[in-house]
Every structure is written in C-alpha cells, then in structure tokens.
C-alpha cells in the first residue's frame, strides 16, 4: 500500500485496534443509558403493532392473536413512553 512497509503496518494495525474497539462499544452497550435502552427498543414494538394491524388475516386463531398483540403493544407503547417523560423530568 505505502512505500515504506512499517507505514503500512502501522496504519492496519490502527485500522484493526480502531475496529476492535468499535466492535467492542457496540457489543458491550457500555454506553447505553436507562432512556436510551427504552427508546432503542420503542420502534419494535410500534413495527409489531403495525405490522398486526394492517395484516390481512383470515385465520381466526392467528387474527385473535394478532388483537392480543395489538393491544399488549398499546399497553407496553404508553408505559415506555411514560417511563421516558418521567426518567427524563425527576432524573436529569
């Protein structure tokens, strides 16, 4: 890559630490706060209802199914969204 070979070295050697210490970060979510762990996992469930929603089931079973998970979503949505407000109000 460079003319000298020790630059090339020194620069893949970077470039690895540089990864392995990014990799690290985001396996170890050492950086995760209490608000963002909620706010991380807020879009799953607002694709869980969604998807529930606007499906075109015919199966009773799985249409029952999917009213349950409708409305336990609901439920789990207002509860993070109430956690969020409150952590955010009385603990910053």
Request: aromatic share 10%; with cysteine.
């Amino acid at each position: 890559m460079y003319k000298i070979r020790t630059t090339s070295f020194i620069t893949l050697g970077l470039a690895g630490f540089v990864f392995a210490l990014a990799l690290w970060v985001v396996r170890s979510q050492t950086k995760v706060t209490d608000t963002d762990c909620i706010q991380a996992v807020f879009p799953n469930y607002s694709i869980a209802f969604m998807t529930c929603k606007r499906a075109h089931i015919r199966n009773p079973r799985i249409c029952k199914l999917a009213h349950e998970i409708i409305s336990a979503q609901r439920r789990e949505m207002a509860q993070i969204k109430y956690l969020i407000k409150d952590i955010e109000k009385n603990c910053v």
